[in-house]
């Protein structure tokens, strides 16, 4: 019995720093547990140095893009909804910097919505952004920058759920 005790700790150990990791980079069930409070920035100077942003500028609707996604390692999954997101009162602007992923549906009637957006800023991979999905912003006329990210966008805590 005294033998296993110095093997049981290891294992704790490490449990511990590999959901810290996992936290720090973003996946598992420790991700959202380690992300810093917000940090207002215009949405310009939004890079891939920071986690959690909150921006304001103008959601693009042109078509309805909706994702099921799983929500960390061991998590359910949900649906979230992905728009382009440029400066606030920019409806022609067709090269996108920004996509946001929400778990918001947008309104039906709606093409353009100046909005206040507080998300997790992501380096887009395939793994949280199909290829059918930039496929189809493509065909409605839209490129990507190079440099493009993602922006998770944070469920409200009034709201309830799974999703973060």
Known sequence: MR????MGAAFVVFLFLSL??????GIGPMERLLLP?????PLLDVAPGHKVVTVEGTAHYPL???????NSLFGSQYDVWLFPFFQRGDTTGREIRFLVSSPRE???MLG???RRVTAVVRKP??????V????AFERKGYTFADDFLLLEEMKDPDEGGDQP
């Open 64 to 70: 309805r893009v909706k994702q099921r996604v799983k």
């Open 20 to 25: 810290a990791v996992m936290g720090w980079y």
């Open 3 to 6: 033998s296993l005790l110095p």
């Open 132 to 135: 059918a999905v930039l496929e």
């Open 125 to 130: 991979t395939t793994s949280r952004l199909s």
């Open 112 to 114: 353009f919505e100046d």
């Open 106 to 108: 947008p309104e039906q």
């Open 37 to 41: 409070e917000p940090v207002s920035v």
